[in-house]
Antibody, heavy 122, light 106 residues
Framework: QVQLQESGSGLVKPSETLSLSCGVS????????WSWIRQPLGGGLEWIGY???????TYNPSLESRVTISMDTSKNQLSVKMTSMTAADTAVYYC????????????????WGQGILVTVSS | DIQMTQSPSSLSASLGDRITITCQAS??????LNWYQQKPGKAPKLLIF???NLETGVPSRFSGSGSGTDFTLTISSLQPEDIATYHC?????????FGQGTKLEI
């Protein structure tokens, strides 16, 4: 059973950098893409970006200038860093496996971690 | 970016009701659409992928249909455990985008 668990600082000061990790168990990470998604409280979901085990990354253009996603296959862990945080970045941050089926073209976020609330405040 | 518009934003229903939620894409996305269920305080959970394929373990009262720009999620007979927010998501083009969510209440 694949499980993901986010960890990191839940409180970030304005203008500082967010740093979160996501531990993956039940599967080797060199088999998928791995995504980060966020959700403001009471709001909708926003895809941040993903990393492939090859190291290649793709980001949402709206966040690309501030985001870095990476993975460490030896630790079975992925990470996200987001610079210049503001109150607008306050949200629950999720990691998820990008479960891609090349034969059928299916591409779904499954499973998800439980999420971590990040508050940007001084 | 492809805009995904769900309707209604919220829905009040009774147990046993047939529920339909719609999702409209701003451009043709073929059947590259997923549906997720999110219960309060929990992470989203995959319900349907490829517009109409039921994820393993999801009750058969859930179904999805549509292609192109118009999609529907149907619950044939509402159960108490179905109270949640439902999100559609397109994966035809990057960046992946979600609808704003439909909150289902009793």
């Amino acid at each position: 059973q694949v499980q993901l668990q986010e960890s990191g600082s839940g409180l970030v000061k304005p203008s500082e950098t967010l740093s979160l990790s996501c531990g993956v168990s039940g599967v080797f990470m060199n088999s998928s893409y791995w995504s980060w998604i966020r959700q403001p409280l009471g709001g909708g979901l926003e895809w941040i970006g993903y990393v492939h085990y090859s190291g290649s990354t793709t980001y949402n253009p709206s966040l690309e200038s501030r985001v870095t996603i990476s993975m460490d296959t030896s630790k079975n862990q992925l990470s996200v860093k987001m610079t210049s945080m503001t109150a607008a970045d306050t949200a629950v941050y999720y990691c998820a496996r990008q479960n891609y089926d090349s034969r059928n073209g299916y591409n779904r976020l499954d499973p998800w971690g439980q999420g971590i609330l990040v508050t940007v405040s001084s | 970016d492809i805009q995904m518009t769900q309707s209604p934003s919220s829905l009040s229903a009774s147990l046993g009701d047939r529920i339909t939620i719609t999702c409209q894409a701003s451009q043709d996305i073929l059947t590259f659409l997923n549906w997720y269920q999110q219960k309060p305080g929990k992470a989203p959970k995959l319900l349907i992928f490829g517009a109409s394929n039921l994820e393993t373990g999801v009750p058969s009262r859930f179904s999805g249909s549509g292609s192109g720009t118009d999609f529907t999620l149907t619950i044939s007979s509402l159960q108490p455990e179905d109270i949640a927010t439902y999100h559609c998501q397109q994966y035809d083009a990057l960046p992946y985008t979600f609808g704003q969510g439909t909150k289902l209440e009793i």
